[in-house]
């Protein structure tokens, strides 16, 4: 049965259970055989794929959007915050808990990238095509670069341990609020009631602190990456590779996925920064539908 979400949105939820220490929450939209994975970034959940989730499910597609270990409502376990062990839940979560027994899309921003591409690489034969949305990638060279640009400053700050959590803490509002509008074009596109729910997630216990460790795990995701490049080779799988317009990683996606990737396309979404698929969702639409043709 087809719920309402409490803002609307026609959705199903679920919960699987990865293992004793996690319980992966997602939400469900159409019945189509053909697969589209979203995966979101930080600081967000799955409601960041709002506009989203309604027309791809129209359009003919089963669509399932993940909270990724230690976001929204999904539990919020010690360590595994490397993308491996995080695309390893969201494996778990569509072939023993959904069944899904054929190759899905894998659509990903921000943080939700890195995780989409880890799933790429570990099982290709589980994966038809991917989607990757203004981030730079641990293990390029893009990645080694953008690290150091100041505009990226919380790469630094979110990977300090604790001091981050404490000076968060009472004000995850106010923080979301700044991260949001420091990387913006649309200001109209993150509402005051998408703020909340953010704040409400990210304000739970240990959200902040699960929230800053997929962070401080880029270390062992450059390595893994590098490792998986030199092992499986590039990916060879269509590859649709999107910019914001105005974004600090609009201009490297394309390069930077050429570097592991041989069927790379590359797009810029006009009218956005970082926050691509909520500031401008009609044009990201129609960029996505046509490269799945």
């Known amino acids: 049965m087809t719920e309402k979400d409490s803002n609307n949105l026609a959705v199903r939820h679920g919960m ?45 597609f089963r669509v399932i959007a993940v909270d990724y270990r230690g976001a929204g409502d999904s539990w919020r376990p010690a360590s595994g915050y490397d993308k491996r062990t995080m695309a390893g839940d969201i494996h778990y979560l569509l072939k023993e808990h959904l069944k899904i027994e054929g190759p899905a899309i894998l659509v990903g921003h921000d943080i939700g990238l890195m995780v989409a591409y880890a799933y790429a690489q570990e099982y290709r034969e589980h994966t038809s ?52 509008n420091y990387r913006i074009y649309n200001t109209d596109a993150i509402n005051n009631n998408d703020i909340n729910i953010f704040t409400t997630a990210y304000a739970a216990p240990g959200a902040i602190r699960a929230g800053l460790e997929v962070y401080r795990a880029f270390d062992q995701d450059v390595t893994d990456n590098r490792a998986y490049l030199a092992k499986n ?55 996505f539908l046509e490269f799945l043709k």
Do not use: C
């Not at 979203?38 to 600081?43: E, K, S, Y």
């Not at 996925?257 to 920064?273: C, G, H, L, Q, S």
């Open 16 to 60: 699987a259970v990865i293992d004793n220490t996690l319980r992966i929450h997602y939400v469900e939209a159409g019945n189509g055989e053909s697969v589209i994975i979203l995966i979101h970034g930080f600081p967000q959940t799955w409601w960041e794929w709002r506009f989203i989730i309604p027309k791809l499910a129209e359009a003919g």
């Open 129 to 180: 095509h991917l989607v990757v949305i203004d981030a730079p990638l641990p293990g390029t060279k893009a990645f080694d670069v953008i690290r150091t640009d100041h505009r990226v400053w919380h790469f630094a700050f979110h990977n300090v341990p604790d001091l981050p959590e404490m000076l968060i803490s009472g004000r995850e509002k106010q923080y979301l609020q700044s991260f949001f």
């Open 233 to 287: 080779g590039k990916l060879s799988i269509p590859v649709l590779a999107v910019g914001g317009a105005i974004s600090t990683s609009g201009a490297i996606m394309e390069e930077m996925m050429k570097e592991v990737a041989t069927n790379v396309t590359a797009v810029r979404i006009p009218n956005t920064a970082h926050w691509v698929v909520e500031e401008n969702p009609e044009i990201f639409l129609s960029e």
